[in-house]
């Protein structure tokens, strides 16, 4: 079973910098979609940003113009770099890979395990 083994996170001050790294235990076909997202205590899981197989990505509104997402096909990795860090971006983050179904592949939906993020003085 292929597992997305997700690192970078951590503690950081307000306005501090992290990139979060995610990357697949195995060997897998290339994603549809591949999204971070991210849960703080007493709230839902929220979607913070995507990367389409085409490279199309789409944020967030809380995200945009401070996080960027991006991916090395090469190391098959997938990355949120995450910068000007605010108090409320502090959650556990979680990777997420997803393919859709069809006559010639199966899909597949994995996730991380997830990485905390802590925002703070």
């Known amino acids: 079973q292929v597992q997305l083994v997700e690192s970078g996170g951590g503690l950081v001050q307000p306005g501090g910098s992290l990139r979060l790294s995610c990357a697949p235990s195995?060997?897998?076909?290339?994603?549809?979609?591949t999204n971070w997202y991210r849960q703080a205590p007493g709230k839902e899981r929220e979607l913070v940003a995507t990367?389409?197989?085409?490279?199309?990505?789409t944020y967030t509104d809380s995200a945009k113009g401070r996080f960027t997402i991006s991916r090395d096909n090469a190391k098959n990795t997938v990355y949120l770099q995450m910068n000007s860090l605010k108090p409320e971006d502090s959650a556990v983050y979680y990777c997420?890979?997803?393919?859709?179904?069809?006559?010639?592949?199966?899909?597949?939906?994995?996730w991380g395990q997830g990485t905390q993020v802590t925002v703070s003085f």
């Open positions: 990367i389409t197989r085409g490279g199309s990505t």
């Open positions: 195995g060997s897998i076909i290339s994603a549809d979609v």
């Open positions: 997420n890979t997803r393919r859709r179904a069809t006559v010639f592949v199966q899909g597949y939906d994995y």
